[in-house]
């Protein structure tokens, strides 16, 4: 956050509007992500187009936000609705850029929370829907990892601590469950993830992620009569994106917390 200071009111504004126009780009890709990552589709070659019509979107209509905001929510074409999903994709992307920005400055691993964020979302809300946590997506917050302990190498420890830290009880509770209490991709998740955090970070994203996951599910028992499987890939990913922007300062809290006399 210091370093972001030094920029001035003005430099401020420009980055954290550039981050945010960046973010909601992004989030617009993200949408074509969730969308063909299940479907096994290609997510580069094939234009976008509407999911009621086909009709092939221009330039204009791919604008993130702004588009469906001025489409009132509905297709040109067809005028059908179109998910509230896209525009809110597109301004989650960006509204985390910015808070992972204000929370860690202008430094290398800034990018790679980031882009972890980003492939958190799609993540998440594949979870919600499909109950399955693509490979793909665990590769890649993988790399992201790796990339982070050489960058940090000096510490290359907290981060190989992190790979096993959350993941290796997961995979015991698998075991001894037979399988039936979780899935595979949450392993893989933690222990993506857990490269990328290091040790403390990743236990931050799992205490997080429980007890978001309980107070959603806590309140979805009441709301809805049948019980429902709850898939915890989408709470996981929401802890671990809260460790990006609070979780260094709350172990820093907690730490000195301990330390102090009594
Ligand atoms: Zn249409």
Not at 18 to 31: E, P, R, Y
Not at 92 to 113: D, E, K, P, R, S
Not at 207 to 231: D, N, Y
Request: hydrophobic fraction near 55%; include cysteine.
């Amino acid at each position: 956050m210091a370093d972001l200071i030094l920029l001035g009111t003005n430099g401020m504004i420009v980055i954290f509007t550039m981050t945010f126009v960046l973010g909601i780009t992004i989030g617009s890709f993200l949408n074509v992500c969730i969308f063909r990552i299940p479907l096994k589709e290609d997510i580069a070659v094939e234009r976008s187009h509407c999911m009621h019509c086909g009709h092939v979107l221009k330039w204009y209509e791919l604008i993130p936000l702004f588009s469906f905001l001025i489409q009132g929510g509905k297709c040109r074409s067809c005028k059908k609705k179109i998910s509230i999903q896209y525009p809110l994709v597109e301004a989650t992307n960006g509204i985390l850029w910015v808070l992972i920005l204000i929370a860690n400055g202008l430094q290398w691993h800034t990018i790679l929370y980031c882009l972890a964020a980003s492939c958190l979302i799609v993540i998440a809300v594949i979870d919600a829907r499909t109950m399955e946590i693509p490979f793909g997506c665990n590769v890649f917050l993988f790399c992201l990892g790796v990339v982070r302990l050489v960058l940090d190498y000096p510490h290359w420890y907290e981060y190989v601590i992190g790979f096993f830290a959350v993941s290796f009880f997961f995979w015991l509770i698998i075991v001894i469950s037979k399988g039936k209490a979780m899935g595979g991709g949450d392993v893989k998740l933690m222990a993506a993830a857990g490269i990328l955090l290091g040790w403390k970070g990743i236990l931050f994203a799992l205490v997080a992620g429980c007890i978001v996951g309980s107070v959603i599910h806590f309140g979805r028992l009441f709301t809805k009569k049948k019980r429902e499987p709850m898939p915890i890939g989408q709470y996981l990913a929401v802890g671990i994106c809260m460790a990006f922007i609070i979780g260094e300062t709350f172990i820093n809290w907690y730490i000195s917390y301990l330390n102090m006399p009594v």
